[in-house]
């Protein structure tokens, strides 16, 4: 499994991201999209993502035999009084490769990436009893509360939202 950063996305990297983020809306993840979502409209979302990449804007791919079975991205901060700040967002992995560590290298390419450019504090926010909220807590997140009714799921139903940081 290689994990790797990306500054472009070409047209065959924009396919497998489109599968991998169907799977995840398919599978009711709540990562801001609403069913029915097809892969147009993934491909959609690839394009103009691929088109905003650049310094405060960063993307990771994992890759096992040529095919990209996982992603996250990182926010920075572009206030002058948050520089050392960003979010990560819209971590993904296909569903045949979880519970194999591939979120937690992706996460770790991520915060050595985030110290490297002098970022010290890390926010996320995720779904409210959602597996990802667990892991987030495995991997060493605070919890700072929940807001209730923030988004809807995939299918409609509103749901709480939890709020993490790590200092790194
Ligand atoms: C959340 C998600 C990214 C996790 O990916 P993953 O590759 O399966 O996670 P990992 O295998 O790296 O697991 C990380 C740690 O959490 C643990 N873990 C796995 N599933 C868990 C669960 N259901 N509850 C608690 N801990 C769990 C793992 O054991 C591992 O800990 P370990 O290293 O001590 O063994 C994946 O389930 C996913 O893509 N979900 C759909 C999209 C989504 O909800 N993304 C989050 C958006 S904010």
């Known amino acids: 499994m290689e994990i790797k950063q990306i500054s472009e996305i070409t047209p065959e990297q924009k396919k497998q991201l489109s599968h991998v983020l169907v799977e995840a809306v398919n599978g009711n993840a709540s990562v ?16 103009m993502l691929g088109s905003s990449l650049n310094n405060h ?6 890759v096992e035999n040529n095919l990209i079975v996982a992603t996250v991205q990182l926010i920075l901060t572009k206030s002058q009084n948050g520089q050392h700040r960003a979010e990560v967002v819209k971590l993904l992995v296909s569903p045949h490769f979880r519970g194999q560590k591939v979120a937690t290298k992706l996460m770790n390419a991520l915060e050595t990436e ?3 450019l002098g970022i010290t504090l890390l926010l996320l926010d995720t779904q409210t009893s959602s597996t990802a909220e667990s892991i987030y807590q495995h991997l060493g997140w605070q919890k700072i509360g929940e807001i209730p009714d923030y988004a809807k799921n995939p299918r409609g139903v509103l749901c709480s939202t939890s709020y993490f940081y790590k200092l790194i």
Do not use: I, N
Request: charged share 15%.
């Open 32 to 47: 801001g999209f609403m069913l029915p979502f097809s892969l147009e409209d993934a491909e959609h979302y690839w394009s």
């Open 114 to 116: 985030a110290h490297k």
């Open 57 to 62: 804007h960063l993307l990771w791919v994992a």
